[in-house]
């Protein structure tokens, strides 16, 4: 089992930035992929980024790329995005996953994660 509890989210102006933490516990293995994803109201959930917990490889969802970045600190057991320029747009539920070992392609589908967190609110006003 894995548990991941999510924070950092509040209110922040078009422009600004915020960086989101996930804490995780539990049986982390070096092969999990740790994602963020998103879901605005009436929206599917949607991918944002993901990596492994290894490091290395990193992946973005076109909307966000340039703008968002994923990292993790071992010794904390902590995933973070950190987001810059946000956009009204960016304004959504985020939510960090993890799964074991998969592939490339797969990290994309919130069907593949098999954990999740409680979801931390994100709000850009214009």
């Known amino acids: 089992q894995v548990q991941l509890v999510e924070s950092g989210g509040g209110l922040v102006q078009a422009g600004g930035s915020l960086r989101l933490s996930c804490a995780a516990s539990?049986?982390?293995?070096?092969?999990?992929?740790m994602g963020w994803f998103r879901q605005a109201p009436g929206k599917e959930r949607e991918f944002v980024s993901a990596?492994?917990?290894?490091?290395?490889?990193?992946r973005y969802a076109d909307s966000v790329k340039g703008r968002f970045t994923i990292s993790r600190d071992n010794a904390k057991n902590t995933v973070y995005l950190q987001m810059n320029r946000l956009k009204p747009e960016d304004t959504a539920v985020y939510y960090c996953?993890?799964?074991?070992?998969?592939?490339?392609?797969?990290?994309?589908?919130?069907?593949?994660?098999?954990?999740w967190g409680q979801g931390t609110q994100v709000t850009v006003s214009s």
């Open positions: 996953a993890a799964e074991g070992s998969m592939g490339y392609r797969s990290w994309l589908i919130p069907g593949n994660y098999g954990y």
């Open positions: 539990g049986r982390t293995f070096s092969s999990n992929v």
């Open positions: 990596m492994r917990w290894s490091g290395g490889t990193t």
